[in-house]
Structure formats: C-alpha cells, structure tokens
C-alpha cells in the first residue's frame, strides 16, 4: 500500500539520518542503514540509486526540517525588533532540539562543499532566509535600524552567531564549562545575548557618533 511505502522510506531516512550523522558518509554502510530501518538492503535501492541519493535526501530533509520550524518565526508578524528576537530565540531552541544537525551539516559542508545541499539552500535562501532580510529592510525603511548595513550581511550575521555556537559545541563547552555540557539555560542565555547584541548593532547611530575604526580601516583597505 502507498502509506506503508511512504512509512519505509521515512524509515530508511531517518537510520540514515542518524548514522550519517554518527559515523559520516564514508564510514556508513547501506548494509548498517537497512539494518537499522528493519528492512531488506534492496528496498534502498528502490527508493534511492545509491549511497550518494540516499545521503543527498537525508541532507535535504535535515535542512528543510530546520528551516520550516525556523521559519514560524514570522507566521504571526510582528515589528521588526521583535521578529529578529523571536527569530534568535526560536533558531537556538531548533538547533538545540536537533543535535545531529552540527554533525551532519558540517561533514556536509566540510566534505562536500555543500553539492547535496544546494537545492534545500536555494529554498532556504528563498524563503526564511528572505524573510529574515525583509524584515532587516523594514526596519531600515522605518527608521528603526541604521540604514547603512546591508541587509544581507546582517542577516548572515544574526544566523551565525547562533550556528557557530551549535556548530563548535565542543569548544564552547571548553569555553565556558571547561570541557563539561552546558548548564541548564545556556542556550536559551545564548540566544537572549544573540538578540539583544543584534538589535544594538542595527539600533540607529548617533549623527555626532564617530564611525567606529574598524569599519574605516576596512574600507581603506578596500581602496588599496
């Protein structure tokens, strides 16, 4: 029947999601993954050419399921102040509720120069990574950022300050827990720091407030 066909291959997805993300692409066998899922090796094949098709769906699917729960965030709308803080608030609890996706995400990115995931990124970018940018704009359009950052960039940045935190757990831990797993709370700190250093970076600047020297040593060095 369809639905037991659909219940297989989410089966097989999610074992090849999970030893994926613990043992990496080359060290996963398809053997290991239908062994997880309960199933014979060929029904893999039925559903996924290869090693390398199975990985690309369970990359897709990592990163749309990322993106689709991020993306709540504007469901309600909001002014821009808020929505930037519910946007950092809602990626740290994602991030946090889904521990594989440093692991997979990152051999993705780092082994493959993300190859299968270049089709989940252009929706991404295409949806709540615009919707991010667009409400930067707003705020810019209505006075309530500064008008002279662009949009893009700052978007890239509210995102990356949450995703190096996730992405480098391991460090982190030894940075603020000396080797130890966080504290209870700490994400969620994590994300309210994210938010509020964010806002204060795109708040208005002062017109008597000198530009600070980082930003005219960059553009001087843009001219040489």
Not at 59 to 65: A, H, L
Not at 131 to 150: K, M, N, P
Not at 165 to 186: M, Q, S, W, Y
């Amino acid at each position: 029947m369809p639905s037991d066909r659909s219940e297989s291959r989410t089966e097989i997805l999610d074992a090849a999601e999970a030893r994926f993300a613990r043992q990496g692409f080359d060290g996963t066998t398809i053997k290991q993954i239908a062994g997880d899922a309960r199933v014979n090796s060929a029904l893999l094949y039925y559903y996924f050419a290869d090693k390398d098709a199975l990985y690309g769906a369970v990359v897709s699917r990592f990163i749309e399921r990322i993106a689709a729960q991020v993306a709540q965030t504007f469901a309600g709308g909001g002014d821009p102040a808020t929505l930037i803080a519910d946007f950092a608030a809602r990626q740290g609890g994602v991030f946090e509720a889904e521990p594989r996706f440093r692991k997979l995400l990152g051999r993705e990115l780092i082994d493959f120069d993300a190859r299968h995931a270049q089709a989940a990124i252009r929706h991404l970018a295409a949806t709540t990574f615009e919707r991010l940018r667009e409400t930067i704009a707003e705020g810019q359009r209505a006075g309530v950022f500064r008008a002279d950052l662009d949009p893009r960039f700052a978007a890239i940045s509210l995102v990356g300050q949450t995703a190096y935190f996730h992405f480098a757990r391991p460090a982190v831990e030894i940075l603020l827990a000396d080797g130890k797993p966080l504290p209870a709370g700490t994400t969620d700190a994590f994300a309210a720091h994210v938010a509020d250093f964010t806002l204060a970076a795109l708040a208005p600047r002062s017109p008597s407030r000198p530009r600070p020297r980082a930003r005219a040593t960059a553009r001087r060095r843009n001219r040489t």
